[in-house]
């Protein structure tokens, strides 16, 4: 793991792009993407640098079920808000949370993740260690599955909705060997209430209870953190 240490979120989007644009100058057609608070200085970046996306496609990590695209929390709105507004790519994924089927979207985006080898992954991380959604005990051979939310995650997520009943209790996510299918992961974290996670993330057992930790298995990923998200570190 190659840890760089910024001194806030608005560095660790510099970064970040940096890194986004080093992987398209060596070819890479398929990236991975995350919602939340943590990328937002990222795709900043992205959105005002001169990076072209136009013949790439994107995956994203997951998606609340029960919301259409269209609704302003849901996470393909945030996508074309935070991203694909200024910088479309080519063909863009992200789990279909009102699917009749829902079986058969689970299976519908295995397929996507076999067939397009998503050559980087950005990766926001919960105070729990969850990845993408998927929440402490979920198994390392998983792929994209159906979960409900923990209280936390549901708290954690309440601040994007005026009222907490509103916040899905389900979602899609790719599962954790889904995620460690990439070539190349890059995890960011800011703020002191990330700094236990990461903390264990890096020192701590390599253990389902703290599912990020299944990232120091994998033999290529970066970790971009501000300095009070790495003040846990040893
Ligand atoms: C979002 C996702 C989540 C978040 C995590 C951190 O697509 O998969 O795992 O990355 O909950 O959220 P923020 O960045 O809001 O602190």
Do not use: W
Not at 17 to 45: D, M, R
């Amino acid at each position: 793991m190659r840890i760089i240490v910024v001194a806030n979120a608005s560095e660790g989007g510099k970064a970040a792009a940096q890194i986004f644009s080093q992987e398209l100058q060596n070819g890479a057609k398929v990236f991975g993407l995350a919602t939340g608070s943590t990328p937002l200085s990222t795709y900043q970046e992205l959105c005002n640098s001169n990076m072209d996306f136009s013949d790439c496609t994107s995956i994203n990590l997951d998606e609340y079920v029960g919301i259409s695209a269209s609704n302003p929390q849901s996470y393909a709105y945030f996508m074309h808000q935070n991203l694909f507004a200024a910088k479309p790519f080519a063909h863009s994924f992200i789990p279909n949370g009102m699917a009749k089927d829902i079986e058969e979207e689970i299976s519908r985006y295995n397929h996507l993740i076999d067939e397009n080898n998503v050559d980087l992954q950005i990766l926001g991380i919960g105070q729990n260690g969850h990845i993408g959604f998927n929440e402490p005990g979920t198994s390392f051979d998983s792929l994209t599955h159906k979960v409900a939310l923990t209280e936390s995650t549901i708290n954690a997520n309440s601040r994007f909705f005026s009222d907490i009943n509103d916040v899905p209790k389900e979602a899609l996510t790719m599962g954790l060997k889904s995620i460690c299918k990439a070539k190349h992961i890059l995890l960011i974290a800011y703020g002191k209430n990330k700094a236990d996670a990461i903390d264990k993330m890096i020192n701590g057992p390599v253990s389902e209870e703290l599912p990020a930790s299944i990232l120091r298995n994998h033999s290529n990923v970066t970790v971009i953190v501000d300095e009070e998200a790495a003040s846990g570190l040893k």
